[in-house]
């Protein structure tokens, strides 16, 4: 969907928004809250999947809306999955060392375990163990790291619909579910520059330093 001029983008909304039902305007305003909130509407997700739904039946009002304070709304159907990007360079999230090379470090699971599946169209599942020997192997923190200090990063990547786990059963359940939302986040598309990335951030910072940008 092409970008608006504001003027267009002002009257599309006013006349659609006009004639809405006063449930239907609270449903809205949850709905934008909600995408400014967490960025991503992952319609595979249970939680999201009517939220998705009411989004692609009003996307045309809720694209001006967004148009109005400079950000695109953007569609990926396969996926389905709705996200916001700022069209004026503003709102981004400052990322601590830890959750910017564990993102790249995702992101390559994804693109390897995605090019072995049958279906590209699916969530990829890693072992929570297999993750933690990754980082390990990249050499990038002095110390080894163990399960106990990926959490608090890990939470803030579920907390954003780029993975899912369970935090609270880690021994039982040793799974990483990877969406594939993370494909907007890390945009590099090639196995060799993902390896080039993390190659980037060895001696760069201590764990907690916010060292980039997403």
Not at 149 to 158: I, R
Request: charged share 30%; proline share 0%; aromatic share 10%.
């Amino acid at each position: 969907m092409g970008r608006m001029t504001r003027n267009t983008a002002l009257n599309k909304f006013c006349e659609q928004y006009s004639a809405w039902t006063d449930t239907k305007k609270d449903k809205f305003a949850r709905l934008c809250g909600k995408l400014l909130d967490d960025n991503f509407i992952y319609g595979q997700l249970s939680d999201d999947k009517d939220d998705y739904y009411t989004i692609l039946g009003n996307r045309e009002t809720i694209d001006a809306y967004f148009n109005l304070i400079d950000f695109e709304l953007n569609h990926d159907d396969r996926n389905k999955i709705f996200f916001l990007k700022s069209s004026a360079d503003r709102n981004r999230v400052r990322l601590k060392k830890m959750e910017t090379v564990l993102l790249i470090v995702l992101r390559r699971f994804y693109y390897i375990k995605n090019k072995e599946s049958i279906d590209s169209n699916t969530n990829i599942s890693i072992a929570f163990d297999e993750l933690v020997d990754s980082l390990n192997q990249s050499r990038i923190f002095k110390d080894k790291i163990v399960k106990t200090q990926l959490l608090e990063s890990m939470k803030t990547l579920k907390r954003f619909k780029i993975i899912n786990f369970d935090a609270n059963n880690l021994e039982v359940n040793n799974v990483v579910e990877i969406f594939p939302t993370i494909v907007y986040v890390v945009q590099i598309n090639d196995i060799e520059l993902l390896n080039g990335k993390l190659k980037s951030y060895v001696g760069k910072g201590d764990l907690d330093d916010e060292i980039d940008e997403d």
